[in-house]
């Protein structure tokens, strides 16, 4: 059934909202995958917080139009889904490479951060960027390591001091 004009600019609305506050995208040819693959694959897009979407390429073009995915315009081809992550850079690369793991159907195409295209070799790239919490776990250790240093050197002088009064004891 095709879509009239007031909702192709309802799509291409949606989409270019998601997309104006998204914080990267990729792109992925769903061709081969059941209703029921697309399904489950639509719910752990839920659960991790990205945006999916089967859209028509012109529709897709015009909604990325005069956002910082608007790189992406002349790779869109073909059967795509596209995948916008809303709160965690990588989120959105993750589940399609996850994914294409357990389905070979989903080629994963493109990408695209901060205005710049992602070739598919490099998504995994993309993928493995530590999530917020992994990120903030990661800076807090760092920031600890210097304190935990200073602790158990200051805690050194006096223990140096009981085990040299404990080995004068012992040898008198």
């Given amino acids: 059934m095709a879509l009239t004009y007031a909702e192709k600019q309802e799509v291409v609305a949606e989409v270019a909202d998601v997309a104006g506050s998204a914080l990267s995208a990729v792109a992925a040819e769903y061709r081969g995958l059941s209703v029921g693959q697309l399904t489950d694959l639509r719910a752990k897009a839920r659960e991790s917080g990205v945006y999916v979407r089967v859209v028509k390429n012109s529709l897709a073009k015009l909604a990325v139009k005069g956002t910082e995915f608007e790189c992406m315009q002349d790779h869109l081809s073909g059967p795509l889904m596209l995948g916008f992550s809303k709160e965690d850079p990588g989120a959105a690369a993750r589940l399609f490479r996850d994914f294409a793991k357990?389905?070979?159907q989903l080629k994963i195409t493109l990408g695209a951060v901060a205005g710049e295209t992602i070739d598919a070799a490099d998504i995994g790239k993309l993928a493995n960027l530590p999530t917020r919490d992994e990120a903030i776990a990661q800076?807090?250790?760092?920031?600890?390591?210097?304190?935990?240093?200073?602790?158990?050197?200051f805690n050194e002088v006096p223990s140096k001091l009981v085990r040299v009064v404990n080995a004068v004891g012992q040898a008198k």
């Fill in 102 to 104: 357990e389905n070979d």
């Fill in 139 to 153: 800076l807090m250790s760092v920031l600890n390591a210097p304190v935990t240093k200073l602790v158990r050197t």
